[in-house]
């Protein structure tokens, strides 16, 4: 199976200051590989270096060591308009869709940017795949003459989703995707991003706190503490035999809100 | 007797579109000792129905009700005597709760200084006592710090400390661990408990995780559209639930489902709070929902301190 993506040994360190001692790295020897049309569930809590790591890949921060290899290219080499070409291969979907989402602009409007953005010219072409992006992420065609703040948070996620699919990325990036929202519409976007990974073999990093949503949808399970990678291999083998008591306390907590287990 | 009993709370809000119905019939019995949740999703009027026990509601808010007594006093007349007195609030976010321009030794010296009447010198052992209490290691450093300086546990811990430091029994917690991590979040739960243990205490807490509520609850109430539809102690609740929209929230949690099988999401989206409901406020979403659902209020089902509002008999799923 060839790798979407594959990280390998990759440090990051934030600069102290000038005469402070240098700090200990955010991301301390991070290597995972992404299979094509799997997902990858990256877990981890405030300053464990989940969202540096994020960063890092989408190469919005230098790294210190370590590579990063996108499709088999070496990701950290390219610059300028290759990089801005490349960066097409990447959507990505953030937490909260009310600030991702342009307040002024109709549902249209916000589908058609990246498109536009990527040289596309603006056609019934266009308009028809936006129509049809929008229905493959649940939303009917009526939507596309509204704005962000007419939505619900449900509904608002989906159009990110849609615009992170526009130009057809080989992979999709959510970073928190689910936490801003409630536990049933949490359910329905979990079922909409595996109906897409069916229907459009993508590939995923899912970024959380919350290691019981990205366990039941991930192939692959990463958990992260303190720059460390602590746990990574096939989801059912983390959350059948944690390594650490840490991702054990993470797994238990709240183990009987489930009916039956 | 409950030491909080509210019996069809509601709770409206004019608007010049018409009233906002925050909460619609909430009843809510807390006994004294007990760690009671209150769950439900966004807009279902859990936070509205704490605010009013603490006389906290928006400008010309009406508040109905059949009983809302607090310790027998009605809460409609006394909730701003009782607030900080014998009621005390912890916030979502500490950080916000907290003044970031004071030490914590000047915040917790203000709240103690209001309530009792103590010298200077009592006054800072009192204030590193409390937050001894809430399991901060070395707590007259963390009287010299200032908020920025500590963790969101620590300073939630803080605020926990103060709700203490005004001699409150009943705290109302809204969402107090949702700001924080997994593992923090279970420490200060875990810390909740064992006051309510050691100090008698007795508290509220607003969430929407059933996780928390597993965690660290007695009993629980459901609300949906401004209703409390189901309540009763938690694991009856969670592993027996008796209405169809708390059945349908735990089966959308990802753990209720085999690994990477789809959810059962709840189709439809609450009612709008303008709206007048004339039956249950689920039948429009219900997978079991009849002709009558929609037409006439559901009738109680269960028993004494474990009750929930349906039209279908009890024992059909």
């Known amino acids: ?35 094509k049309g799997e997902t990858l569930g990256i877990v981890g809590e405030s300053g464990s270096g989940k969202t540096s ?10 790294v210190e060591s370590g590579a990063i290899e996108l499709e088999g290219r070496d990701w950290l080499a390219l610059k300028g308009d290759a990089l801005r070409r490349a960066r097409q291969k990447i959507g990505v979907v953030s937490q909260n869709p009310f600030l991702s989402l342009s307040p002024r602009l109709t549902i249209a409007e916000i589908l ?47 159009v990110a989703i849609a615009r992170a699919l526009a130009l057809e990325p080989s992979l999709l990036i959510l970073d928190e995707p689910t936490s801003a929202l409630d536990v049933s519409v949490q359910a329905q976007i979990l079922n909409l991003l595996s109906d897409l990974k069916e229907s459009r073999a993508l590939s995923m990093v899912f970024v959380t706190h919350n290691l019981k949503v990205v366990a039941h949808i991930s192939d692959t399970l990463l958990v992260m503490r303190r720059g460390d990678v602590i746990e990574f291999g096939r989801t059912e083998d983390v959350t059948r035999a944690p390594a650490e008591d840490y991702t054990r306390e993470l797994l238990s907590f709240g183990r009987k809100a489930v009916a039956g287990a | 007797m409950p030491l909080l009993e509210i019996k069809n709370l509601s709770v409206s809000i004019p608007t010049p579109d018409g009233d906002v ?13 007990e760690i009671h949740g209150v769950i439900g999703e966004s807009g279902c009027g859990k936070t509205m129905t704490g605010m009013a026990a603490l006389g906290l509601v928006p400008k010309g808010a009406r508040i109905q009700a059949d009983r809302f007594h607090f310790d027998g006093e009605d809460l409609r007349e006394n909730a701003v005597r009782l ?32 309530h009792r009447d103590m010298p200077r010198r009592a006054r800072r052992a009192e204030a590193a006592g409390l937050l001894a209490a809430t399991g901060l290691p070395d707590p007259e450093r963390v009287l010299r710090s200032y908020p920025h300086q500590l963790s969101g546990g620590m300073q939630q811990r803080v605020v926990i400390a103060q709700a203490l430091a005004t001699g409150a029994d009943f705290l109302i917690a809204d969402e107090p661990t949702t700001a924080l991590d997994v593992s923090v979040g279970a420490q200060v739960l875990a810390l909740l408990r064992k006051l309510v243990a050691e100090r008698g205490l007795t508290v509220l807490m607003i969430t929407h995780d059933m996780d928390v509520i597993a965690e660290a609850c007695d009993r629980a109430t459901v609300l949906y559209a401004g209703r409390s539809i189901e309540t009763g102690p938690v694991d009856d609740v969670l592993q027996r639930p008796g209405h169809p929209y708390t059945r349908a929230l735990l089966a959308a949690l990802p753990d209720a489902a085999p ?59």
């Open chain 1, 1 to 35: 199976m060839s790798s979407v993506l594959s990280v390998d040994n990759l440090v990051i360190r934030y600069r102290g200051g000038l005469f402070s001692p240098r700090p200990k790295p955010a991301v301390n020897g991070a290597s995972f590989q992404l299979a």
């Open chain 1, 53 to 62: 790591l994020l960063r890092a890949i989408l190469r919005l921060l230098p």
């Open chain 1, 112 to 158: 058609a940017e990246p498109m536009l953005a990527a040289g596309g010219p603006q056609s019934p072409a266009m308009r028809e795949k936006i129509t049809g992006l929008l229905s493959d992420c649940g939303l009917p065609a009526d939507f596309l003459d509204r704005r962000a703040r007419e939505l619900s948070g449900g509904q608002a996620q989906r």
């Open chain 2, 21 to 33: 119905h925050a909460v619609r019939a909430v009843s809510l019995d807390i006994e004294r000792g």
């Open chain 2, 83 to 114: 607030r900080g007195r014998r009621i005390g609030l912890i916030s979502q976010d500490p950080a916000a709760a907290l003044n970031p321009v004071l030490s914590i030794a000047s915040q917790m010296d203000d709240v103690i200084r209001a």
């Open chain 2, 259 to 317: 690994h990477a099988a789809r959810l059962s999401a709840i189709e439809g989206s609450i009612p709008a709070p303008r709206s007048t409901i004339a039956g249950c406020a689920f039948a429009p979403r219900c997978p079991q929902a009849m002709p009558v659902c929609a037409a006439e209020p559901p009738p109680e089902r269960g028993n004494d301190g474990r009750r929930w509002l349906c039209h279908l008999p009890e024992g059909t799923r």
